[in-house]
């Protein structure tokens, strides 16, 4: 049976949701700045939680109705048939975003929600699951506005941007479905070299391996919502992550480069790219951004810098960014450069100007992608 299925992703990130949604063959219903609408069973629903590279929840439907007061909401969730969806020894969460006039806090709506569920479950299997805010069961999600909910089965339970091969996220690491963005945004996808100076924790250049040998994002994760569930078909999970495996690609078609000032930096990004079984497809080096020399053949440079509020001294971060555009300009000719940053007055000083801008979101913080082209033989 076909449900409606809410794609959720930070902002900036649902363009290229979008992408990946139609790519892997599921129509688009609507398209918002952090969600896009599709439909499937619940087998569909596992395949995206695997398959999505900028997806941070996959949100199965399970009822959706009117609703103007507290107590039709739990009139509401009462009539979902929640015994063939939660095992009574589960453990669940509610979690909901909610705007109407009774409701102060969206703590409420979760407590009455979650009665809600539990009563019902409790009526028909004569046990109640037990309930509490973490994320690592069966986890619902109600979104209430304008007089009408939505009410959902979260199948990714912990956001899917937590792919599990970070053991080591040393300072300010990007998140793993951000970076995928960024590099889906470069249109880099296997072919030519992929160089990543400044490397940090090595979240760009893994999820670049990932990208360059078609690995399923989510192969690496050991727990989701959906595994919790009634509906949960292990056989149809294990032949979803089998025919996931059978389209990965040997080798990238290009080198992928690594590099850090820091050798700590270099060592974490090793661990955690040996995490993610993709260590021998990555090079590695503790190297100035300034002195990291670029294979022949072309490709993506892609740079994140400190921005400045967290990390690092303003002055010399402005050096650090005019540095970045002179070695663009002198180093990177017959690449395309990409700088990533959350801070547009420091991006002013790489002193290039750049041929697109896009815009992200990194928790809070408004961030930009800059793209450079960087003809060989330019004058800039
Ligand atoms: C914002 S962090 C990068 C975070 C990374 N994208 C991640 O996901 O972990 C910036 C990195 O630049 C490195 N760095 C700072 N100055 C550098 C320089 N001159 N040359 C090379 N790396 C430098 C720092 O050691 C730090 O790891």
Redesign the pocket.
Known sequence: MKNTILVTAPRGLSTFLKSEIEEAGYPVHWAGPSGVETEGDFNDAMRMNLLFRTAHHVLYRVGKFKCDSPDELYTQVNRIPWETMIPVDEYLSVVSNAVHPSIRDTRFVNMKSKDAIVDRIMARKGRRPDSGPDRTGAVISVFWREGICSVYLDTSGEPLSKRGYRRI??????QETL?AGVILASGWNGNGNFIN????????AIEAALIGLNRAPGILRDNYGFFHTLLFNNENWKVLKQNAFSEQKKQINGKILA????IE?IEAAKKNAKVAGVESHIEFAV????ETSLPSGGGVVMI????GFR?GDQKDLEE?YR?IGNFFKNRCQGYKGYVFTGNTALAGKIGLKSKRKFLFQSGKLDCRLYEYELYAGSKF
Request: proline fraction near 13%.
């Open positions: 996220p040393l300072h300010a690491p990007m970076a100076p400044m490397c940090g924790s090595g979240t760009l590099t850090d000032i820091s930096a190297s100035d951004f300034a994140n810098p400190e921005y990390l650090t540095g």
